[in-house]
């Protein structure tokens, strides 16, 4: 009894902090309005959307029948689907008429070794600098990733598409793991050169992409960011921080949200902390070592590890064809024109018998 009592109050202590607004009150902040305030339900609905796009079959995908496509994203309807087969990224770009948003995701590394990956991120240099953002460092890597494939014209069409033909929505661009990173770039990017406004973004298990100087920026001009982290989840413990070094060391941007269960035998809670306004809260995620990779594939209960890992190849059958586009290099895309009815395919995989 006596460690139950002990227990529930370190669980109303570990509520106080989370919910708290002492801090941020003491934060002055230019908009005000667009602090972001972390909400579980979308939280839950992000995290499918981050899970769905690791999936291999194109058909499936690009007509919402995947086998991740259903539940919380029911009725999502995918305008741009972009496969660069050069540097085996995927993303697609589409429209929740229920969350009132485009929402774009990215995959993670198809890496077919996710321990080598996750190696190397040890290694990752600070090496390019941000453009138009003195002292501000990224890692070339990710931010080419991003800029320096067919993601990022592909995306940008596609977000004017949807926004000329249902006006404007909001943006919401999320992302597991690499593809964390690439949505932090994205969101950036729609906000610095498209001028988008309502752009939110929601990472899952994101490696640090830049500096403390290009986390001021990102904060300033992308404040409605989440970033979650899960128990002991490597990733986002790389590449490391130095705090030693304040200013040569990678450094996240706010705001983490750690999940983590506190329990004690049979009794464990799931805790959603919402962490400090520095990116680099020591009582978050950083409080415990980075050791699990387990942690990291798995998100509110959502699967996140691709499906065909060491394959970059496209799985598609004939029916939409007529939606697709090859460039030289071999990179490909499924594009929809907004206005034109949704693909009602369901029935045909039906009838057509399983081909997955
Ligand atoms: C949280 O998000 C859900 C889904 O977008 C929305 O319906 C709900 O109103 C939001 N809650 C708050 C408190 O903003
Ligand atoms: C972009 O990629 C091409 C080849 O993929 C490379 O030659 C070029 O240097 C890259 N540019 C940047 C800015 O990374």
Known sequence: MGHRRRLILAIFIVFLFAFSSGRELKVTHKHIDHRPIYNHTLATILVEYASAVYMSDLTELFTWTCSRCNDLTEGFEIIELIIDIQHCLQAFVGVAKNLNAVVIAFRGTQEHSIQNWVEDLFWKQLDLNYPGMPDAMVHHGFYSAYHNTTLRPGILNAVKRAKDYYGDLDIMVTGHSMGGAMAAFCGLDLTVNHKAKNVMVMTFGQPRIGNADFVSYYSRLVPNTIRVTNGHDIVPHLPPYYSY????????????????????????????????????????????????ISDHLIYYGIDLRGKALNSCGIVMDSRVNEYGRTDIQGNFKLSRDPASPILKLKTDVNAGGNHG
């Open 245 to 292: 070094f304040p200013q040569k060391t990678y450094h996240h941007f706010p705001r983490e949200v750690w999940l983590y269960n506190i329990g004690l035998g049979s009794l464990v809670y799931r805790v959603e902390k919402v962490c400090d306004v520095t990116g680099e809260d020591p009582t978050c995620s950083r409080s415990v070592s980075g050791t699990s």
